[in-house]
């Protein structure tokens, strides 16, 4: 992907069996001569190593409690964990890049975290939700969201998000994480199970 002042570049790519792991790994690398673009591809490549060791010791431990509460060689052939990391750049000009970076474990249990980046490499500083929306960015994000919460709602009443007394969506702030889409409208993403149930993935509310 190139831009006038940067690249977005696959910057390691494979795909392996080991010890029962299946990987299939991509990671991006911002190429641009700033100090952001340095800083970015440092915190990714820290989060993809930190990710890479989880999985490992997530593994590890799982076979040792299987082991260790009565299971046999037999029983254990077959199993197996797949292990993601991969990106998508969801929009660009010749300045700005917003891309996505993703995180996954999938076994017995499963695991995803998503990570987005919005940079502006002409001024060397993150894009936020405020240069995006104006000095009403959280009214204008929590009415998105609320919205959008509100029409999950099927007709018996049911929703998969929790209500702020369980401990689900109160409001946005600064670390509240979104990616841009193509036509410049933010799109906040929330982590799994944060503000609702498992099946609903990564909940994701444009702010248009």
Known sequence: VIGGLFRVLTFVSYDKTEDDINYSVTVPEVDAESALAETVNKAIQEKVDQHLAKAQQDWDDYREAF??????????????MDVIVD????????????????????????MEERYCYNLDLAENRDITLADLLGENWVERCNEAVRAGIDASVDEEGFTL????????????????????REDGVPVLVFPEYSIAAGAAGSPEFPVE
Not at 67 to 80: D, I, L, V, Y
Not at 161 to 180: H, L
């Open 161 to 180: 998000f929790f209500t702020p007394e369980q401990g689900g969506f109160t409001t946005v702030d600064e670390n509240t994480a979104f990616y841009i």
């Open 67 to 80: 082991f260790a509460t009565g299971g046999t060689e037999e029983e254990w052939a077959g199993r197996e």
């Open 87 to 110: 990106y998508e750049v969801k929009s660009q000009t010749d300045t700005r890049v917003s891309f996505v970076v993703t995180l996954a474990e999938g076994w017995v249990a499963s």
